[in-house]
């Protein structure tokens, strides 16, 4: 069990991907270019098995975006997506459009 003081620590987003492509050498991991609000930042998921680089884009997806960059196959990845497993990621997104760099609370 966590406190809800540090759930509160955790700043979840809201995100518009603008740019999907595959990563040369990856079955899985994509990279996307996210908006948030007046920021872009790139984030590098593993979602490649389940969803086309295509059928991303303009999607509103909800992000941690205060986690410490990391490095996958060479590319920085500033931030995670929210998925449920099914077998297989399943994107969290709202149901309707919200403003990209909304606040999840």
């Known amino acids: ?13 809201i995100a518009r991907i603008v740019v999907a492509e ?3 050498g990856s079955e899985k991991l994509l990279r996307l270019e996210v908006e948030l609000g007046e ?7 593993g979602i490649g098995k389940k969803y086309t680089p295509g059928g991303l884009v303009g999607r ?6 205060n986690l410490e960059p990391r ?5 920085e ?3 995670m997506l ?8 399943v994107l969290l997104r709202p149901d309707i459009d919200i403003p990209p760099g909304a606040e999840v609370r």
């Open 39 to 45: 920021e872009k930042r790139q984030i590098i998921a």
């Open 77 to 79: 990845s500033k931030g």
């Open 22 to 24: 595959c990563i040369e």
């Open 1 to 13: 069990m966590i406190s809800y003081n540090d759930f509160k620590k955790a700043e979840l987003r």
């Open 71 to 75: 490095t996958l196959m060479g590319l």
């Open 82 to 89: 929210l998925a449920a497993d099914d077998g297989g990621p």
């Open 60 to 65: 509103e997806i909800v992000i941690v975006a």
